[in-house]
């Protein structure tokens, strides 16, 4: 995010969850939430920087700086793209990242609780700003694929935002909006939960640090694991067969 960004959140009491009896559908953030890649993007973008002689990175300083649009990120780092187009940079990024990605697993409790919700008839949906047949194969990698109703992302690598492929999911999906929680990982998460009337809570995974969320006004935990006693009693443990 850019710092001219930064300063202008205001300092937001943290907001209470929604109970658990309000929420019957639940929209993933994918990289980050559920995804544990934050240490991947910046080992990729470490690389980057050092190719076209720019200050270096580690994961504190990309909690600090990283957000949406992409292109301001990039700009915050160094990167002047009348010299090197943000195409040629972002490109070389994904493919930096795609020949190392499979090194990526599942978040911590990530697979008990999407088992939790399952059980507690809790229908879920992946909501990202990848290009699709990324996510896709990513989901289908980690055997996650089957649990959502739908893996709603982008056309292309540049991560522009989701919003609007957000809104035309919503809409199609019938789902009321304050039935809807949404679990993310940064600002650009939050955005999108007002954009189209849902929930929202927030994990810090690294993608951005905890105290920048903390500026959010929205409920934050700690890990996926406490998600269900946060928003109400604990579910039931997973007692379905596995579909797919």
Not at 26 to 39: C, I, P
Not at 55 to 66: E, H, M, N, S
Not at 131 to 138: A, C, D, H, M, S
């Amino acid at each position: 995010m850019r710092e001219k960004q930064k300063n202008q959140r205001p300092a937001n009491s943290e907001a209470s969850p929604p109970p658990w009896s309000r929420i019957r559908h639940v929209v993933w953030d994918w990289n980050g939430t559920l995804l544990d890649d934050a240490w991947l993007c910046v080992e990729v973008m470490r690389g980057l920087l050092a190719k076209y002689e720019l200050p270096g990175i580690d994961l504190a300083r990309y909690g600090d700086v990283f957000g949406f649009p992409v292109k301001d990120y990039y700009v915050d780092l160094g990167f002047d793209f009348s010299r090197t187009p943000f195409e040629t940079v972002g490109t070389e990024f994904i493919d930096g990242y795609a020949a190392r990605e499979n090194r990526c697993c599942l978040r911590e409790g990530a697979r008990r609780v999407i088992e939790h919700l399952e059980a507690a008839d809790v229908t879920q949906s992946v909501l990202s700003a990848s290009e699709k047949p990324r996510l896709l194969g990513q989901a289908r990698r980690l055997g996650i694929e089957s649990f959502f109703e739908d893996i709603v992302a982008l056309d292309d690598h540049y991560a522009g935002g989701k919003t609007v492929v957000g809104r035309q999911w919503l809409k199609a999906s019938g789902h009321a909006p304050g039935s809807v929680l949404l679990v993310g990982d940064t600002d650009h998460d939050v955005d999108v939960a007002a954009e189209l009337g849902i929930h929202c809570v927030l994990v810090p995974s690294g993608h951005q640090s905890k105290w920048r969320l903390s500026t959010l006004g929205v409920h934050i935990i700690d890990s996926l694991e406490v998600l269900p006693d946060v928003l109400g009693p604990p579910m039931k443990e997973s007692k379905l067969v596995r579909k797919g």
